[in-house]
Each structure stands twice: as C-alpha cells, then as structure tokens.
C-alpha cells in the first residue's frame, strides 16, 4: 500500500562488535548517539484495511541521531529537559500522527474521500529505570488533517546479549474522537450498501513487540523487529478495518557515519 504502513521502524544480525550501544530517547529505539545514518530494508505485515492491495513495501530511512537532537524520515526531536544521566528527559517533537489513505489502496475504500498524513506536535518524557524506560507522549494534529490529539506510554526494555541488543516494549495509546473518526469513519456521504455509515469515538490500542540489533562492523548494523497490535473496539469495528489484530515484520540494514 502506498502509504498504509504503521510506522515502526524495523531491525536483525551479526558480530558482537558494537553490542550494547543501543538506548531510548523520545520514546525510540535509537543507536550509535552523535552520527548521521542511511537505512533501507523490507517490511510486512496485516491488511489494516479490508481488502489492501498491499502489505509488503520497502523501508527507508536516513538522518542525524545526537545527544538531544534528532531528525530522520519518521520525524523531528529535541531534548530540552535532562541528560544522559537524568532520570528523567523532556523532549518536544514532530512527526506524523496518521499515514493517511487514497481511495484505490483497498476494496473497502472505494468511493472514499482521501484522507491526509498529519503532522503532528508533541511533547514526550523518558522515564528511565535502569536498563527499563517508560516514555510517555502527547501530541496534537497541527496540521489540519484530523485536528483532533493521541497519547500513551511505552515500556523499554534495553538487554545486551554480548552479540547484539534485544529490545522487547509494550505500550497502550489514546487514540481521540477526531483521530479515529477520520481514519477510521465512514461519512454519510461514502457509504454504501456494503459499507454503512460509521462514526467513530474515542479509543485505545494496545502494542508488544520487540527490536534487535546486531552490528556487523563498527559502522553497519542489521536489525529486525516483530510487533503485535490490538485495536480497540471503535477502530476495529469499523466496517473498513480488517481486524482488530494487527501484526507487523521487518528487517533493516543501516550504515552509520
């Protein structure tokens, strides 16, 4: 599907090179602080939406991961609260929020008004505990696409095996009555006598999965990450949702500089 991915960044294999490198910061999953990076691999998964015409796409990314500036294709943020060494950091953001569909990306979407990629302002605290963190986040469309907000929290879970870095997370977000009802919701207007109107309230979805990271040399690693999703009950009863089950497999290779 041409711009139906979840959005969550993938990584797999290697030598025990460069082990123990990998950290959290503004609720990612990020490696090798202080150096720019190119990233490309495959990525499967679900049909989100009945009837998706596809669920296998490329992956790529690229950019600057620092010390409290970050920026690569998935979004922009900047840590203005803590350090390394701080329990706790407070960074602000922006990313995308919804991806966003066209009519021809799914049976069950024909006949449907596009819907728009938001982009979206937030905040974001790392609660670290260890080798655990807990970040947080809260974020709003500024956009104008489905002008409403979403929150949650994650859990992390940083391990170093000796060869590589296995990270498992487990996560819940709010997703708003705008959030859902736009990409999700079916206008008077779209439905049919197979698609009913549909309009959506607020919800929650439930993430687990895990990332692992394995440097082949001092400057390329191989990743691979496996997620799980459960929709809650206003976004998988939707009569374009597929399921309330959502799955996601991919597997990257990133070379840093």
Avoid: C
Wanted: proline share 1%.
């Amino acid at each position: 599907m041409k711009k139906l991915a979840l959005i969550i960044t993938a990584s797999l294999l290697s030598t025990h090179a460069l082990a123990g490198e990998t950290y959290i910061r503004n609720g990612n999953i990020y490696t090798h602080e202080g150096a720019g990076f190119v990233e490309a691999g495959v990525v499967t998964g679900s049909e989100l939406y009945k009837g998706q015409d596809k669920t296998t796409g490329a992956l790529l990314n690229g950019g600057y991961h620092g010390e409290d500036f970050n920026a690569d294709l998935s979004g922009i943020n900047y840590r203005f609260f803590g350090d390394n060494n701080d329990q706790v950091n407070i960074s602000a953001y922006f990313t995308a929020g919804g991806t966003g569909y066209e009519a021809d990306d799914a049976t069950s979407l024909k006949g449907m008004d596009k819907r728009k990629m938001s982009g979206d302002l937030g905040l974001n605290a790392d609660i670290h505990l260890g080798s655990g963190t807990i970040s947080t986040y809260l974020q709003h469309d500024v956009t104008g696409a489905y002008k409403g907000f979403i929150g949650g929290a994650k859990y992390f879970h940083v391990m170093d095996l000796g060869y590589g870095d296995f990270v498992p997370f487990a996560g819940v977000s709010f997703l708003s009555k705008d959030f859902v009802n736009y990409y999700y919701g079916v206008k008077a207007s779209e439905a049919t006598k197979t698609r009913k109107a549909y309009s959506g309230k607020n919800d929650f979805a439930f993430n687990v999965g895990y990332k692992f990271v394995m440097p082949v040399t001092k400057n390329i690693d191989i990743t691979q990450t496996t997620a799980y999703t459960r929709l809650g009950s206003k976004v998988s009863d939707s009569p374009i949702v597929d399921s309330a089950n959502q799955w996601m497999v991919g597997a990257t290779v990133a070379y840093h500089f």
